[in-house]
């Protein structure tokens, strides 16, 4: 979502009808809330909410369109509402039927944003005065050939707010950024990579920005121009549409659905550190469109004081001194995971795994919340240690976090004496912001307060994500 200024003109007739002479965007972002508070009061799951539950929860027909370019809400000309008494059916004002019609060939991430943005149509008294369609960037002055830009916009931040609630993403705002991690927690919204990161950049205090280009040509070489820029509050950089950026800077290393870049690249002649990813091209074209999170090159330094890096945990650096690698397991189960970090922990120290199933078969208390499992290796002439910290309760879907905040303290700062000890430089995944559903933001201020506070030189490890893993 575009900032707006204290002056903007509201002249869309739909907004004027929602707002009734308050803040557009207030009156929508509580309307929005208000939404997401009953429909959990009736049973709803989430987040992530379910979009076409939530639609049957406000009476809202849907229906499949393989000719639908994304979605579209209008009056049902076809039959009658299909759920008239549905619990939340007070919150769409119009007196007509209405259907939500999708296209089912969509990407499932887009599908859901663009079905929660038809959900938000319905919740204006006019919906029903015209067909209503998601367009693209329709949300952004320049774009549209009015002001239904502005319409675009709430129904955007409405869709966002349903999708995404803000204390649900609270913990990816304002840390430092990091595409590979942000890709990575994609998956648990279930939301298009565009659709997570507008909501990021929209409510960011950094000096963050988002740019959205896609190549003129359809090939490898060719530049890139500018579609839109979303920028945070504090982004002062103007970078304007249709600007072109060089094939060979970083935008343009991104030949791939999901893969990821990062540089200093110079756009619209501002020095910039980007982030870019690749999403799924226009219909026709293979090639994908690219968005970027962009930062002033001077941007102010984070008061993270471990070092970031990109790669597998399990696989150590260069260097010749001791090394400690960290990781998060469940108070349920006896062994390491077999996928994500635990399975390349198993695969690279076979032995380190099976002495922690020796010892938590050994005492089933030794799965006590808080308790940390540190077995000691060779590997070539390099002392290796590895910490099993127990702070995630059971396994598997169903609550919106599993990790024990208060646990994983306790572990780290068993992990910071032991080290201090030893003379480790600590290797860690995102500990607890996986599986565990952590907010990354509290993680980091543990590991802070422990590892960092005994001065032991933390490196974070992100790992990349794989091309075909975006959308």
Same mark, same amino acid.
């Given at each position: 979502?575009p900032? +707006?200024d204290a002056?903007t003109?509201w002249t869309?007739?739909s907004?004027r ?10 009156a929508a972002?509580?309307l929005?809330k208000?939404v997401t ?8 799951d989430?987040?992530p ?7 049957e929860?406000?009476?809202l ?8 370019s994304?979605?579209r809400?209008?009056a ?9 008494? !549905?619990?939340l059916?007070?919150? $769409? ?8 019609? *999708?296209?089912p ?7 859901r *944003?663009?079905v929660?943005h ?22 952004? =002055?320049?774009?549209a050939?009015d ?5 675009e ?7 966002? #707010?349903?999708?995404?609630?803000? #204390?649900? $993403?609270?913990g990816?705002? %304002? @840390?430092d /950024? ?14 298009? +990579? ?19 280009a ?5 090939? /490898? ?8 820029v ?5 982004f002062? /950089? ?9 094939a060979?800077g +970083?935008?343009? #290393?991104c @030949?791939a659905?999901?893969?990821?870049s ?15 990813v690749?999403?799924?091209p226009y219909p026709?074209?293979v090639?994908p469109?690219v ?7 001077m !941007?102010? $330094? !984070?008061?993270?004081?471990?070092e970031h890096?990109?790669?597998?945990? !399990?696989e150590?650096?260069?260097?010749d ?12 189960a006896r062994?390491w995971g077999?996928?994500?970090v ?7 120290? /076979?032995?380190?795994?099976r002495a ?10 030794n ?7 540190l ?5 070539g002439?390099? %002392?290796v ?9 059971g *396994?598997?879907?169903?609550?919106? +976090?599993?990790?024990? *905040?208060g646990?994983?303290?306790k572990?780290?700062?068993?992990v910071?004496?032991?080290?201090a000890t030893k003379?480790?430089? $600590?290797?860690?995944p ?24 005994? #001065?032991? =030189?933390?490196?974070v490890y992100t ?6 893993r975006g959308a």
């Amino acid at each position: 979502m575009p900032p +707006t200024d204290a002056g903007t003109a509201w002249t869309n007739p739909s907004v004027r009808l929602l707002a009734q002479g308050a803040d557009p965007i207030e009156a929508a972002g509580e309307l929005a809330k208000q939404v997401t508070l009953a429909a959990v009061a009736e049973g709803l799951d989430g987040p992530p909410f379910d979009p076409f539950a939530l639609a049957e929860l406000l009476g809202l027909s849907l229906r499949a369109r393989a000719d639908v370019s994304d979605a579209r809400i209008r009056a049902d000309t076809v039959g009658v509402r299909s759920t008239p008494r !549905s619990p939340l059916s007070g919150f $769409v004002n119009s007196s007509a039927s209405l259907v939500v019609e *999708y296209n089912p060939t969509r990407p499932r991430g887009r599908l859901r *944003y663009s079905v929660a943005h038809e959900i938000a149509h319905s919740l204006f008294p006019d919906v029903a005065d015209t067909v209503r369609h998601r367009t693209g960037t329709g949300a952004l =002055p320049g774009h549209a050939t009015d002001d239904a830009w502005q319409l675009e916009l709430l129904c955007n931040l409405i869709a966002a #707010e349903l999708l995404m609630p803000e #204390e649900a $993403v609270s913990g990816l705002i %304002d @840390v430092d /950024p990091d595409i590979d991690f942000i890709m990575e927690q994609r998956r648990r919204f279930d939301v298009s +990579t565009e659709a997570l990161l507008r909501r990021l950049t929209a409510v960011s205090a950094r000096p963050l920005g988002l740019i959205a280009a896609s190549r003129i040509q359809d090939r /490898p070489k060719s530049e890139l121009t500018v579609e839109y820029v979303v920028p945070s509050a504090h982004f002062d /950089p103007e970078i304007r549409q249709r600007v072109r950026i060089a094939a060979s800077g +970083t935008l343009g #290393e991104c @030949v791939a659905v999901g893969q990821t870049s990062r540089g200093i690249e110079t756009i619209d002649g501002r020095r910039l550190q980007v982030q870019a990813v690749g999403t799924p091209p226009y219909p026709g074209r293979v090639l994908p469109r690219v968005l970027a999170l962009v930062e002033p090159e001077m !941007s102010p $330094v !984070s008061e993270r004081r471990f070092e970031h890096r990109s790669g597998d945990v !399990s696989e150590l650096d260069k260097g010749d001194g001791p090394v400690l690698i960290a990781h998060v397991v469940t108070d349920s189960a006896r062994t390491w995971g077999r996928r994500g970090v635990a399975g390349s922990l198993t695969r690279h120290f /076979p032995d380190a795994a099976r002495a922690f199933r020796a010892w938590s078969i050994a005492d089933p208390g030794n799965l006590t919340l808080g308790n940390v499992h540190l077995a000691a290796l060779q590997v070539g002439e390099r %002392d290796v240690f590895l910490a099993s910290i127990v702070a995630q309760r059971g *396994y598997g879907p169903g609550v919106s +976090t599993r990790l024990d *905040y208060g646990a994983l303290r306790k572990g780290l700062r068993v992990v910071a004496e032991y080290g201090a000890t030893k003379g480790v430089t $600590v290797h860690l995944p995102r500990i607890g912001a996986g599986q565990a559903g952590g907010r990354w933001d509290e993680i980091a201020s543990a590991i802070e307060e422990t590892l960092v506070a005994a #001065e032991l =030189p933390v490196v974070v490890y992100t790992m990349p994500s794989r091309p075909g893993r975006g959308a």
